[in-house]
């Protein structure tokens, strides 16, 4: 289990982002926070990582205090976090950096399997790097492949629907789908999106800092699509926040 | 042969004991083993040090070794190799350069590579070069490489200096004719004190020659680092060259690429890249369960492997 006791943080000059938030994560669910623009959603997912380091508050996982332990031993204790905005690497081929998450060598079998996951043809990427000629829905895809290559036991994912298009969404959600199909370990999505809501086993909604409102994903549904109010501002069908 | 040209015959070219096909090879300025096959005839120069490599026309999937070794200090090694490649052959030519020396004494090592590439020839060119040993001697490879490119030909040449060269100054120049191709891939590792300047110059001078040249250097620590490369369109033609460069602690490179667009169908680009390793990459291998020192070192490794 991840649990979040009265976290807070603020940015650099000052302004606070996360105040006071408490999370509970039970093993084995699929979690979506959501939330509108600016809520802290994608702070809480990189505090979760170790990527930033809290102001105030305590942080468990699996029963062990984690508050004051670094990005790497918390990858090495199973917590993996897939980038909203995925980095490149020049001469870093597909098949190396999954070999680099897997923390060994992967057979071709091995990689074709998990690229296929994200509906990649391993012959077409294993040898190619991974620089700036991917497009936004390959480099995704490939974000998402470097964090099932490590099985964790928690993941998560900061927007994975940001910054493809359209066509390459559609593909994303079924890669979620079927991920979610696959994967024994405990998931976190950061999303806006509706359709990934909708895969979820618990909704949470991130708002001013806090944990607005959490619950099993049906009624949050329900509740979001009466009560419009609870997040302030709501929207369309396709993107809810 | 020396024990020190063993080792490094197995870091410059991938030596086992022995080479697959013709090779020549020189250690301390001395040719201590030399094999000629039916194809490819390697042969002494008759005026000054070096050597003679004729590839008959048509040879296909052939090799030629060519290393040259320094094995102490006070060793200032000049050579001029010709390679005559024949019109329709495709081979691989493996040189490359190793210099070990344990004193305080320099030593030089200066090949001078020219390529003559006949019509429809292609040529993969490998050249890895490296420094050894404890010596506080300066460790310098000067190489210069001329190329002339006959219709159609192609020449890629994939180069290295991974690590214990004190001084460099890399020379290349190229003359492409109709069709040709020039592929050069370069990657450079500088470290405390070294410094390493290259510079290239590429005449595309028939109809439709191109060349993509890519550059990635690594400047750490004190090193220093130069690239300039000049590409000269004088016909329709395509010209690419790429500098990226890592710099790390007080690394310095410099980066000055020309362009010259003489034709108005001549199609020139350049790109180029200096900074230090992005924390984002740091950032994202550690999610992966490395340390910062550890994903700077994959990241290093990947972008000059």
Known sequence: ?241 | MKEITKDLLREISEWNGEFKGAYNIREDGACVGRVSSKNIRIESKKDQPGLEIFIAANTKGETVSIPACVTHGDVDDLVYNDFYVGENADVVIVAGCGIHTETGEPARHNGIHRFILGKNSKVKYLEKHIGTGHGTGLKSIDPVTEAELDENSVLEMDTAQIGGVDRTLRKTAAKLGAGAKLLIRERILTEKDQTAKTEFCVELNGKDSGVDLISRSVARDNSHQGYHSVIIGNAPCTGHSECDAIISENGKVDAAPELHAHDTDAALIHEAAIGKIAGEQILKLRTLGMTEQEAEATIIDGFLS
């Open chain 1, 1 to 241: 289990m991840l649990k979040l006791e009265n976290i807070s943080w603020s940015t650099p000059d000052g302004t606070p982002v996360l105040k006071d938030l408490n999370l509970e994560v039970p093993d084995g669910k699929s979690v979506v926070l959501t939330g509108p623009n600016g809520g802290g959603k994608t702070t809480l997912a990189k505090i979760i990582a170790g990527i930033y380091k809290q102001d105030n508050g305590k942080i468990y996982f699996d029963g062990r205090d984690i508050t004051e332990v670094d990005i790497t031993e918390r990858a090495k204790m199973g917590i993996s976090f897939a980038f909203q905005q995925p980095v490149r690497f020049k001469g870093i081929t597909v098949q190396k950096l999954l070999e680099l998450a897997a923390g060994k060598k992967l057979e071709r079998d091995v990689t074709c399997d998990i690229l296929s996951k994200v509906g990649l043809c391993a012959g077409e990427y294993v040898n190619r790097e991974v620089n700036a000629t991917l497009s936004g829905g390959e480099i995704k895809r490939i974000e998402i492949a470097t964090v099932l290559a490590r099985n964790s036991k928690l993941t998560v994912f900061d927007e994975p629907e940001a910054g493809i298009d359209l066509w390459s969404f559609t593909n994303l959600i079924h890669t979620f789908e079927e991920m979610r199909k696959s994967m024994d370990g405990t998931i976190i999505i950061i999303s806006h999106q509706e359709r990934i809501l909708k895969i979820a086993d618990e909704i949470a909604i991130v708002a001013d800092g806090r944990i607005k409102m959490s619950g099993a994903a049906d009624d949050m549904m329900k509740s979001l699509a009466e009560n419009k109010s609870i997040i302030g501002r709501c929207s369309k069908q396709e993107a809810l926040f």
